[in-house]
Structure formats: C-alpha cells, structure tokens
C-alpha cells in the first residue's frame, strides 16, 4: 500500500493540491472514508455538472449524471491509478463515458485494462512526477491565448466534430506523455 | 509486437473528447490495446480533459445532492458491470478486449462471408454514422481497388499488407483519407486479418465490386 499523507514532501507547491486529492481517494478506497468522499464532491461534482451542461445536458440531467459520476468514483477508486493520471483527469473519463451513454445513447469501445497486480502498486516518485506534471498542464492550459484555448475547451465540449478537431493543441504534452510512458513501462514489467 | 504505424494527434484528442463514430472508437481502442506508446499519447490527451474540467467554472449542485449521491451509493448505482473490456486477454487470444466485446469472442467466433477473390469480412454492428468490419484477405491477394470520402482507418491484427506507400505489419494502423487511391495486397506467406472502419461507403474503381456494392454493404 502506498501512502501520501506524510510521506511526500513537495518542494515546491505545484501540484500538491493534486497530491491531496490523490489521498482523497485513497482514503476512499481504503477506509470507504465518507468525509475525504465529501471534500472530492464539493470540488468535483458542481466541476462535472458544469462541464455536461456546457456539453448541451439540461440542468437536471447534469446534475442527475454528475451524481452517478460521483458514484462511481466511490465503486472504482481500487482502478485509480496516480502514477498514470491525475484525479481531475479521472473524473474527466467517467464524465465524458458517462456524457456519451446519456446523449449520444452509444456504447463506448475502451482499450483493454491492464489493470494493477498486487505486486505492481506505483511507485511514489512516479506519482509526484505524474500529479506535478498534471498541474503544469493546467496551468499551460490556462495560459493559452484565448482563442486557442476556447478551442482546446469546445473540443472538449463536445463542440467540435472530429474533422473539426486540430491537430495541433499549443500545449505542451511531450513531458507528460513520457512520464506515463515509463509507468507503463514499469507496469509491464511486473506483469510480465 | 514492433509498431511503426500510428494513430494520429487529432485521432486521440478526438477519442479522448469522445467525438469519434462508434466504429472509429473501436478501432482506436483496439489500436491502443496492443500500443502502449499511443496509449501514453492517449493518457495525455485525457489530461488535458482533466485540466478542462478542473477550469470549469462550478455549477451548483442541489442541497441535498451530496446525501442523495450516497443514497445512489448504497443502492449500488454506478458499480462497476463487469464486461469483458474490463479483462485481460489470454495470451493466446487474438483480439484485444474491446473487439472480442464486439465480436463475441475471438477469432473462431467471427461470422464470415464471402465478398469474391477468397476475401471474406464480418461488419459489426455500430451505430450507423459509421461502419466497422473485420476483413480476412489471403497471403498474396489483393483487397479491390478503391477510393473512399472521408476517413479510413485499418488495423492489422494478424499477417501484413502493402500498397503503394509502405508495409503495414501486426499492430500497425493505416490513416487514409480521401486523397488516397491505394491498392493494398496481403504479404505472401500468411493471411491478413484487419479490422477497417470508414465514415462513408467505399467506392470501388473497378466495375464488378462498384455493382456489387451494395449487396455487401461495403
């Protein structure tokens, strides 16, 4: 079992706001902790009910759907994985699954689960790396200039059809890539 | 499995948006199974989904939606179904996950027929903004000649096909596009099996399949 309470000292405070959250599920998914459930919904449930909204969801709907979100962020925390993606990220997939089973009413074909062996738990530094390079991609994010970044966002949206979608985002994705490319690495390794 | 050929950008942020056909995310998914470097590329465009969401400006929620979403919890509402994506494949199994979910099984669960020069193919069924279909071509037999509007994409799964352009092996993705008139031919030596998806009918250049199009729902 892997521990971030403590355990982690950042030298910096980029990304320990995603490192908390990270405990946060953790706390979830060991102790079935319902206030370290309360503080993830605070933040993330009205996040996802604006997200489906701006995705064309009436405001029952999303806020329907943003509780089965929610929900099923409760039921999956075991399938989490911090060295491969940061909780908003998490969140984003559910949301977006869950966003083409309400509107679209399609199924959604996922790629094949490679799943965590007891002996295969992330590794720390890993997950620091990982969360910290989440909060930079935020940050470029918001730094975009503004028409590229409403771009990035209808995509996102759901606003824009595939041949719509650029090719090119502005932002820089070539660390964060690498990073999960070496926990993949890591995790084939254990399978193997 | 040694991969040269990949999806694109645009693909993967597309995926990730969750604005491809049914037919197109399923040969994405399939492509990522066995890839794990256009599985980290996907990752990170699901990251930038994440720092989307995170920037959402919030909605508020109802005043009780934290006490009905644990009601929703104990009744079980958003449990996991177990299906067979969720699974990992026996090594000796073809098809990754996703396509087996589709397919039913593997391989020898596939529901050929016939489409003449000893190719065969099985559609699958999608939603019909687009088509998927697993194609079965001979070692050393063409796939007919055609153009196609929009976009194909081709994943081999077992086998090797060249066209005029390069050779596609095991794990490989062809990204074509309306530009491309390209006649693809099965390596000699084992039979190809690929899995095509397009956003529109083929249209074959020869005159035999264009007639026979529609018959096949090519």
Redesign the interface.
């Known amino acids: 079992m892997y521990r971030f309470e403590g355990g982690v000292t950042m030298k910096s405070t980029t990304g320990s706001a995603h490192l908390e959250w990270v405990a946060h599920v953790v706390r979830v998914r060991d102790a079935r902790d319902e206030a370290a459930f309360a503080e993830l919904f605070r933040h993330f449930a009205p996040r996802v009910k604006a997200f489906l909204m701006k995705s064309g969801a009436s405001a029952s709907l999303a806020e329907e759907c943003a509780q089965e979100v929610m929900a099923t962020v409760w039921h999956k925390a075991h399938l989490f994985d911090p060295s491969r993606a940061s909780v908003a990220t998490w969140v984003f997939t559910i949301a977006r699954n869950r966003r083409i089973d309400a509107l679209r009413k399609q199924r959604r074909p996922e790629p094949e689960d490679l799943g965590w062996g007891p002996e295969a738990e992330p590794d720390q530094a890993e997950v620091l790396d990982l969360q910290q390079e989440s909060a930079r991609l935020t940050e470029a994010l918001r730094l975009l200039p503004e028409k590229q970044r409403v771009l990035v966002e209808r995509a996102y949206f759901g606003d824009l059809s595939h041949s719509e979608i650029a090719e090119e985002t502005g932002l820089p994705l070539g660390t964060i890539k690498s990073r999960i490319r070496l926990a993949l690495e890591r995790l084939r390794h254990a399978m193997s | 499995m040694s991969i040269k050929h990949h999806l694109?950008?645009?693909?993967l942020?597309?995926y990730?948006?969750?604005?491809?056909?049914?037919a197109?995310?399923?040969v994405?998914?399939?492509h990522?199974?066995l890839c794990?470097?256009c599985?980290?590329?996907?990752?990170?465009?699901?990251?930038?989904?994440?720092?989307?969401?995170?920037?959402?400006?919030?909605?508020?929620?109802?005043p009780d939606?934290?006490a009905?979403?644990?009601e929703?919890?104990r009744m079980g509402?958003?449990?996991?179904i177990h299906t067979d994506?969720?699974?990992?494949?026996h090594l000796s199994a073809l098809f990754?996950?996703?396509?087996r979910?589709?397919v039913g099984g593997d391989i020898d669960a596939v529901k050929w027929r016939p489409v003449g020069g000893g190719v065969r193919q099985a559609i699958l069924p999608t939603?019909k903004d687009a088509s998927v279909r697993l194609l079965h071509i001979p070692a050393g037999a063409a796939v007919p000649d055609h153009g196609h509007r929009g976009?194909e994409l081709t994943q081999v799964l077992k086998g090797a096909f060249r066209d005029e352009h390069d050779r596609f092996g095991a794990g490989d993705i062809e990204v074509a596009t309306e530009a491309d008139v390209h006649t693809p031919v099965a390596e000699p030596g084992e039979d190809c099996i690929c899995l095509a998806a397009t956003d529109a009918p083929l249209k074959f250049t020869g005159l035999l399949p264009r007639l026979a199009q529609p018959f096949f729902r090519i």
Do not use: K, Q
């Open positions: 694109t950008d645009a693909l942020m597309a990730s948006a969750g604005e491809l056909p049914e197109f995310n399923l994405v998914a399939t990522v199974s794990d470097e599985r980290a590329r996907l990752a990170s465009f699901d990251a930038v989904g994440g720092a989307v969401l995170e920037e959402c400006e919030d909605a508020s929620m109802t939606a934290l009905a979403t644990m929703r919890i509402s958003g449990a996991p994506a969720a699974t990992r494949r990754p996950a996703p396509l979910d589709y939603s976009l």
